[in-house]
């Protein structure tokens, strides 16, 4: 499998500070990477680096590109959701529509329509007057017609209801996906992304916590649900993070076999966001 995206030693300061810390990081082909990080992490920023949008130290290649100084020739290949506000409030739908299919060769009238057709944004409406939502809407249609072999979203469905963010991300794996295309998409709403994802990135003020294909949840991460006096038997053990459940303790662990657990407690595959929360407060103790 060929990488789309490769970052070596990649770093970003604003005035003195780190937004992102010596990066190194590697996609490949065909896979949906969820970068999944707190506010102020450094999802925008590490998104606005592969776009060639801010300027970076290190080593960046996309698709064999630096988007620094070849910035054009990569974006005939990437398709990205910028601030929606950047829609021109005076146009008709339809009006945007041609617009785009006159400036983006790889713009496809139709599938965009179709996008469109799901929702309740019609052709003849005026921008200006849509809703938050609709003009989100609006703009992962346009997207989502683009053909492009690199997809980056950030945070794409911030302000829909949950009816279209589920509609999206379906959208997003079996209209959009295949083989041939990656996706980025970086997100607060775990649960309802990780359906959709190969890979998974957690990252914490600049630095990258964990960069695991999803399959290592299962693989590698066991959740044991400790209940009373098995809970402080639990706690003398090395775990990766532990919350609290009704009569007991739940604990993740990192590598360690399902078997050696199984004797403290019922044991699960841990939801990402729980594996989240726990790297989030330091991972292993
Ligand atoms: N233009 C800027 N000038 C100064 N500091 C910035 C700028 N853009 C981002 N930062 C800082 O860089 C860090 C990373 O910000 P970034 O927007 O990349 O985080 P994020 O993970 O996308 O957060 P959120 O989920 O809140 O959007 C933060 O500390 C932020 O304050």
């Known amino acids: 499998m060929t990488n789309i995206i490769e970052v070596s030693n990649l770093t970003k300061q604003y005035q003195g500070n780190y ?7 590697r996609v490949g082909g065909g896979s949906i990477v969820g970068l999944i990080g707190p506010n102020g992490a450094g999802k925008t920023t590490l998104l606005r680096a592969l776009l060639g949008l801010t300027h970076s130290e290190g080593t960046l290649q996309v ?23 950047v829609l021109p409030r005076w146009l008709r739908v339809d009006q945007l529509i041609s ?44 997207t989502l017609a683009v053909d492009a072999r690199l997809l980056i979203l950030d945070e794409p469905t911030l302000g829909l209801d949950i009816l279209y963010r589920k509609q999206f991300f379906d959208q997003l794996l079996n209209d959009y996906f295949d083989a041939e295309r990656t996706i980025v998409i970086s997100t607060h709403q775990v649960e309802e992304v990780q359906h959709i994802l190969t890979h998974f990135v957690f990252l914490k003020n600049g630095e990258m916590l ?52 199984e004797q403290y407690g019922a044991c699960h595959t841990p939801a990402i966001s729980d594996l989240f929360v726990a790297a989030m407060a330091g991972g292993v103790r």
């Open 99 to 142: 617009y785009v299919e006159g400036v983006q060769p790889k713009f496809d009238r139709a599938k965009a329509e179709r996008f469109l057709d799901q929702t309740s944004v019609g052709p003849k409406a005026r921008i200006g007057t849509l809703s938050k939502g609709m003009m989100v809407q609006l703009h992962l249609a346009l």
């Open 210 to 261: 964990m960069n695991a294909p999803m399959t290592a949840l299962e693989d590698r991460f066991v959740e044991v649900h400790a209940l009373g006096e098995n809970a402080a038997l639990v706690n003398r053990l090395r775990y990766f993070g532990s919350r609290h459940i009704l009569g007991g303790q739940a604990f993740i662990f990192d590598s360690v076999p399902r078997h050696e657990l």
């Open 19 to 25: 937004a992102i810390k010596s990066l190194d990081w």
């Open 63 to 85: 698709m064999g590109k630096d988007p620094r100084t070849e910035r054009h020739q990569l974006m005939q290949d990437v398709a990205f959701i910028a601030d929606t506000a």
